[in-house]
């Protein structure tokens, strides 16, 4: 079993003197299940746990209706097989499929608060757009969830320990061995076709076997196109599945709604979209003008594109079905499906801690002479700070120059296959009179360190 990181928040939660009730959202099979049966004290017996998976159980939901907490009680632990004790986490797993157990929770807390009471769902934020069950603001802590990161990944394989702590303590001015640059960019791209589902990575560092990811990424996949049928809310299923397959082939492109569906209504393919996201099968990230913070204040929400649950699974529906040796070595892989991209937007998404709820941010200036375009902007201490993705060892700065030009940013972030390195960056744009000078600090960080933008961010405000 590979330590998620969301192990350590979830303990915090259950040391705490009376916790909320606790709900885990994030997509299916993303480990929603897997953080609360391998939590360090319930895996040591220091903390029961009765669960009770309510896709199997939907009966449930009138019981949960009455509002009789007694009763609520009773049922869980016959159905369950355990009564509940004290100290014990009572766990309502795929809670949407009885929706009225999550305001129900608020009153099982309040009559039994001896019990730490947790809920998950996989479609969650559907049924709750789509339903007017009364949620009980303040009495709920959200946790969102997402795939493993690169460095959980790392941990798990358990032959990178001197090279995680390098990439983590690492400071701009330092050296950087040339060795563990070459195994940390193995790392990544292995990463890069199997990706974060904690069972495909599992199954990729017991097995080693290519075909083993294949068949579990394709039956991921199935299970979500399934979900469609079962769980789609008045959309049409046939065109979810059109939203669904063009995401991973088009990640990080600007959303223009015929391209998806040229014979579909604008408003019917934004719904599909609302419902995958809502799914958190895809994530948008909008345009903001990024003059100051906060990045949402100036968010334009029609203006957005998309990014796929996960890097193995998109690289697995956009035709990456092995991971020969070779293939790895080579920066066409990483080309490959725009895997560099959607790599580092997954990343970004959780970055901060698990009970904030995963938002992210881009820069677009259309227009005649041409466009513009910053991949990712960022709230550091320096104000907003523009991040730019470059698949190989170079690539062109021009729009990262103009969003600084512009908004007047001291710092800024590229993602590519070099080592580390800050450099203070001077450069001319345009000529003659109308000619300016940009000069800022240029944080270059190898693909492989994304996880640490926010903390060298930091040390180069200071």
């Given at each position: ?53 309510l896709e199997r159980h939907p009966d449930l939901e009138k019981v949960f209706a009455g509002g009789d ?21 009572v766990f309502l797993d795929e809670v949407q499929a009885a929706p009225s157990a999550l305001p129900a ?358």
């Amino acid at each position: 079993m590979i330590y998620r990181y969301v192990f350590d928040e979830i303990e915090e939660w259950l040391a705490s003197r009376r916790p909320k009730c606790l709900v885990l959202r994030g997509a299916r099979q993303v480990g929603k299940t897997t953080a609360i049966r391998s939590l360090p004290s319930v895996r040591g017996g220091e903390t029961g746990l009765c669960e009770l998976n309510l896709e199997r159980h939907p009966d449930l939901e009138k019981v949960f209706a009455g509002g009789d907490t007694g009763r609520m009680l009773e049922e869980i632990g016959f159905t369950a097989g355990r009564s509940p004790a004290e100290g014990d986490i009572v766990f309502l797993d795929e809670v949407q499929a009885a929706p009225s157990a999550l305001p129900a929770l608020r009153y099982l807390a309040e009559d039994y608060p001896a019990m730490r009471w947790v809920a998950a769902g996989s479609l969650l934020d559907a049924e709750l757009r789509e339903s007017d069950l009364p949620v009980p603001v303040g009495r709920m802590q959200y946790l969102f969830m997402g795939p493993l990161s690169l460095e959980e990944y790392m941990e798990g394989a358990g032959d990178l320990g001197m090279e995680l702590g390098l990439i983590r303590e690492w400071e701009p001015g330092q050296s950087f061995a040339s060795a563990a640059h070459r195994h940390l960019c193995g790392a990544l791209r292995r990463f890069l076709a199997v990706g974060g589902m904690p069972e495909v990575a599992e199954a990729w560092l017991e097995t080693g076997s290519p075909g083993e990811v294949a068949r579990l990424q394709a039956s991921i996949i199935n299970t979500y196109r399934d979900d469609f049928a079962k769980y789609a809310y008045g959309t049409d299923p046939i065109l979810l599945r059109r939203v669904f397959d063009w995401v991973p082939a088009r990640a990080g492109d600007k959303v223009i709604y015929s391209h998806i569906s040229p014979d579909s209504r604008s408003a019917k393919v934004r719904r599909a979209i609302e419902y995958l996201s809502d799914a958190r099968v895809v994530s948008p990230v909008v345009h903001s003008h990024g003059n100051g913070l906060p990045l949402g204040a100036e968010a334009r929400p029609r203006v957005y594109k998309l990014y796929f649950l996960d890097v193995g699974l998109a690289a697995g529906a956009t035709g990456i079905r092995r991971i020969d040796p070779e293939k790895l070595q080579s920066r066409d892989f990483i080309n490959s499906g725009r895997l560099a991209e959607q790599f580092v937007a997954q990343h970004l998404l959780f970055r901060g801690p698990s009970w904030e709820r995963p938002a992210l941010y881009y820069w677009l200036r259309e227009g005649r002479s041409g466009n513009a375009e910053v991949d990712f902007l960022l709230e550091g201490p320096q104000g907003v700070v523009p991040l730019e993705v470059k698949a190989g060892a170079s690539g062109s700065m021009k729009s990262l120059l103009r969003f600084v030009m512009e908004k007047g940013s001291p710092a800024a972030v590229r993602l590519d296959m070099n080592p580390p390195s800050l450099q203070r960056v001077r450069h001319r744009i345009g000529t003659g009179s109308g000619a300016s000078e940009v000069s800022f600090d240029l944080l270059s960080l190898p693909l492989y360190m994304v996880g640490q933008v926010g903390r060298l961010l930091e040390c180069i405000s200071v």
